[in-house]
């Protein structure tokens, strides 16, 4: 008698499938994506503005870590780079946080570093320099001052052009003489310096009268003339003598006519032309000299020229 032995093949399967699900896991397992693993990132402490830095990391398992990889740059201003080395600029000054990412389909690891960006350092420049007064009659004093920009500590430097110096960032001088005088000032600092200068000029001090004169010497002229006297000539020089000693003056030449003078506008315009080509004849500048006929005279005049009086032109001294 053949006795037949059943199997229950379901029971085998069911005891096999956890086996072959551990050993699929596991050999999954081994054969999965190597994460990079970052060992350090290389960043600048400090920065100027403008002023390129580089980056640069490294990665610790480089050789076993699975391709392909993913290298980033956050540079913590809204901008970004690629690669394990980079090279940065930064527009305005702050402390900004360096973030540096590598990543692979096994996974990522970043780092994080910190860089401070500050203003270069400033030369010193002089943007204006100033004289007051400008001109200045010899012997009184002239304030100069100063605008320089830059870091501190700055240095200034005066040259008056008369072989003195000063120092600070204003300065007071006095010149003796006439003439024109060429200041410099230097400014500087550890970083740079800077000149600039500005012309001064210095009159001759003046004779008390340049201030105080109030009236001039009139011309009298002929009837229905326009020429000048040797009498009218002697007043005139004493006042271009005047004009002369004093160039803080000028003139305003105003002609007359006498009623009964023939063309009394154009003749009163005539003796005020002749009494100006005798100043600019005795080296008074044109510049200096203004001119108006006046025309037949009216009312009483304080001249002390007798009927004359009427027959002139008056000098009157302008400041």
């Not at 392909?68 to 946080?97: F, H, I, R």
């Not at 010899?138 to 000063?166: H, I, K």
């Not at 002229?221 to 000048?228: P, V």
Request: hydrophobic share 30%; aromatic share 8%; glycine share 10%.
């Amino acid at each position: 008698m053949t006795t037949t032995t059943s199997v229950n093949t379901r029971q085998y399967s069911s005891l096999w499938l956890p086996v072959l699900l551990l050993f699929g896991g596991l050999l999954l397992a081994g054969c999965g994506a190597t994460a990079p693993v970052v060992n350090s990132i290389s960043t600048p402490d400090t920065l100027e503005t403008g002023e390129s830095g580089n980056f640069e990391a490294t990665i610790e398992n480089s050789e076993d870590a699975d391709e392909p990889l993913t290298y980033t740059w956050d540079y913590g201003d809204g901008s970004t780079g690629s690669g394990l080395m980079a090279s940065k600029s930064y527009n305005s000054t702050g402390q900004y946080t360096i973030l540096f990412s590598a990543s692979n389909e096994g996974g990522a690891d970043s780092s994080r570093s910190t860089v401070t960006v500050v203003r270069p350092p400033q030369p010193a420049q002089v943007t204006s320099i100033n004289a007051n007064p400008n001109p200045v009659d010899a012997g009184n004093q002239v304030r100069f001052t100063s605008n320089v920009q830059g870091d501190s500590p700055l240095e200034y430097s005066w040259s008056f052009g008369d072989g003195s110096s000063a120092s600070g960032s204003s300065a007071s001088h006095t010149f003796e003489s006439a003439g024109q005088y060429t200041v410099r000032l230097e400014a500087s600092n550890n970083v740079g310096s800077d000149t600039r200068s500005v012309t001064v000029r210095v009159n001759r001090a003046l004779p008390e009268i340049c201030t105080t004169v109030s009236e001039f010497n009139s011309a009298f002229f002929g009837r229905n003339s326009s020429t000048l006297t040797d009498e009218g000539e002697k007043s005139l020089q004493e006042n271009a003598d005047l004009l002369s000693q004093c160039p803080n003056l000028s003139v305003r030449i105003e002609g007359y006519a006498a009623p009964g003078e023939r063309n009394a506008q154009s003749l009163s315009e005539d003796r005020a032309q002749a009494v100006a080509d005798y100043y600019s004849n005795n080296d008074v500048e044109s510049s200096r000299i203004t001119t108006s006929g006046e025309g037949e005279v009216s009312g009483v005049t304080s001249k002390k020229g007798g009927t004359r009086e009427y027959r002139r032109a008056d000098s009157i001294p302008q400041r």
